[in-house]
């Protein structure tokens, strides 16, 4: 077995408490593009002029062009065996489990996962700017979506660029990095904060780090195990070891 795959094997096997932190990498073997790769959101969209409240209030139709054809195609596409290995790493940690993502696919939750801290929100909530309802919508929706319960204008329940995370979910986030002993960060370029600094805090508590990643980021300097691959493949691999 190769050394990498090795080593990632023992840091697990030596932890009594793990925590995940996957970003739009895991999704990827899935065919949901990711933001900055080379079929990135970024690029055909540029989301970081989209993903903004300032877009959304100056053209909410251009706006949920992009998420209605966001969700048209992660709804079209399906968890991918790297987020089943997440969900096979809970059954087998319980409770002394947590899966902090970036992502808003809820492709975690669909592959099994259920300790799930989805920071950034879900693409298929939606959220009322009169009543302030939130709730899950999955049937397709038009460029100019009303509230089901006032008729007031709808957004994603997704977190902006500009806008901060729920205190709930970043209370839970930064008591687990403070007892993890082990941060398994999976398919993130760690440019987007505060979850770029989750690893270092998490190290700075005391935990290992193991990254899967196609290439370095800035979490690799920290990893105490860092493997370049594909999530999909390489975390079976690790998975399926123990
Ligand atoms: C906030 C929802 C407080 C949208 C997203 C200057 C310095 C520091 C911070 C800032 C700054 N200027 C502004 C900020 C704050 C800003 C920020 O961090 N900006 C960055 C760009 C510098 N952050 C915020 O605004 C956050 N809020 O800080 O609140 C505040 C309040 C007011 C004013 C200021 C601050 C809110 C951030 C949330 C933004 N919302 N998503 C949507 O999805 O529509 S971010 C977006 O990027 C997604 O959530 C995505 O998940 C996230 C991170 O991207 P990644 O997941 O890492 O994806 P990426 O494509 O980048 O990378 C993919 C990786 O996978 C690559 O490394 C690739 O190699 C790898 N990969 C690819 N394939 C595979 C793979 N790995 C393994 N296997 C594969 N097969
Ligand atoms: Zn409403």
Not at 37 to 66: C, H, I, M
Not at 160 to 188: C, K, M, P, R
């Amino acid at each position: 077995m190769d050394e990498k795959i090795e080593n990632a094997v023992k840091l697990i096997k030596n932890s009594y408490q793990i925590s995940v932190l996957s970003g739009a990498g895991i999704s990827a073997e899935s065919g949901i593009p990711t933001f900055r790769g080379e079929d990135g959101l970024w690029k055909n969209y540029r989301a970081e002029e989209l993903a903004t409240p300032q877009a959304f209030s100056k053209d909410p139709e251009l706006v949920w062009e992009w998420y209605n054809w966001r969700r048209a195609i992660i709804s079209s596409k399906k968890p991918n065996p790297a987020h089943y290995s997440c969900a096979k790493l809970e059954k087998i940690f319980n409770s002394k489990f947590t899966l902090i993502t970036q992502n808003v696919d809820g492709f975690h939750r669909l592959a099994g996962a259920e300790n799930v801290l989805e920071i950034h929100g879900n693409i298929f909530e939606v959220k009322c700017l009169k009543c302030n309802i939130i709730y899950e919508e999955r049937s397709e929706l038009d460029n100019k979506p009303l509230c089901r319960e006032c008729d007031g204008r709808l957004r994603p329940n997704i977190v902006w660029f500009g806008e901060s995370l729920d205190q709930n979910i970043l209370t839970n986030v930064y008591d687990d990095l403070a007892t993890t002993e082990l941060l398994l960060i999976i398919g993130t370029s760690a440019v987007v904060y505060p979850a770029a600094s989750f690893g270092a805090l998490a190290k700075q508590n005391g935990a290992k780090i193991l990254e899967i990643n196609l290439t370095s980021t800035q979490n690799s300097q920290i990893a105490d195990v860092s493997v370049q691959g594909k999530a999909g493949e390489v975390l079976p691999l690790i998975v399926d070891s123990l």
